[in-house]
């Protein structure tokens, strides 16, 4: 069946510029995460939707991050202002044991890699 | 706060080698355990988990681990590797208290060589 997807693959934008960044989960998982992997570095927890509700938000590093899952399936990564450090590489992951989450295993989607000029 | 520590940035092997990459963590509750594998150019995939019971974990592709809670460590080890194996291995640690969060390593780049 078809795995995680995120689009677009790839986007370049211009510093102080709104960005969306979206990820299609696999059908029927309830639980979806978005990470960020900078250059070098492992991914970087940003935000965990249980159904249509954003249950852990911790790892947003500002206010102009935000994300939505208004039907509880497509996500949207939202960046307002972008800046140069905001260059990396967006992953999705979704998983199907929303209630069991910390011990579920994650299905990732390719990524996005998104560069600030 | 939980974090994890990957030991070895890149490691180098000869096909058909056996390889050990080193991973330890640091959290004061009970913790759950991952290895995720990241081919070129493709999303990460599960390797194996230690959620609770037996020590020793085996994952696919003849991977395995060893949960060693004295240690804080969770070492991925293969006895044998193929060029095939070449890719970023992440060790990843969640808890029931640390929310939904899960806390990767900054990655061991494995490199098999002919």
């Known amino acids: 069946g078809a795995g995680v997807s995120q689009t677009p693959s790839n986007k370049v934008t211009e510093k102080g510029k709104y960005v969306e960044l979206r990820c299609d989960p696999i059908s029927g998982h309830t639980a979806l995460y978005w990470y960020r992997q900078s250059l070098g570095q492992g991914p970087e927890f940003l935000i965990y939707?249980?159904?249509?509700?954003?249950?852990?938000d911790s790892g947003l590093p500002n206010d102009r991050f935000f994300a939505v899952r208004p039907e509880g399936s497509v996500s949207t990564l939202k960046i307002q202002r972008t800046e140069r450090g905001d260059s990396a590489v967006y992953l999705c992951?979704?998983?199907?044991?929303?209630?069991?989450?910390?011990?579920?295993?994650?299905?990732f989607g390719p990524g996005t890699r998104l560069t600030v000029l | 706060a939980q974090s994890v520590t990957q030991l070895d940035s890149q490691v180098p092997v000869f096909e058909e080698a056996p390889v050990e990459l080193r991973c330890n963590y640091s959290?004061?509750?009970?913790?759950?355990l991952f290895w995720y594998v990241q081919y070129p150019n493709q999303g990460l995939q599960l390797l194996l988990k230690?959620?609770?019971?037996?020590?020793l974990v085996k994952g696919i592709n003849g991977f395995e681990a060893e949960f060693n809670k004295s240690q804080t460590s969770f070492h991925l080890r293969k006895p044998s590797v193929h060029i095939s194996d070449t890719a970023e291995y992440f060790c990843a640690v969640s808890s029931n208290t640390g929310g939904f969060k899960t806390i990767f390593g900054a990655g061991t780049r494995l490199f098999v060589k002919a």
């Open positions: 959290s004061s509750v009970s913790v759950y």
């Open positions: 939707f249980q159904g249509t509700g954003a249950a852990d």
């Open positions: 230690y959620l609770s019971g037996s020590t």
């Open positions: 992951a979704s998983s199907d044991k929303g209630l069991a989450g910390p011990q579920a295993e994650q299905f």
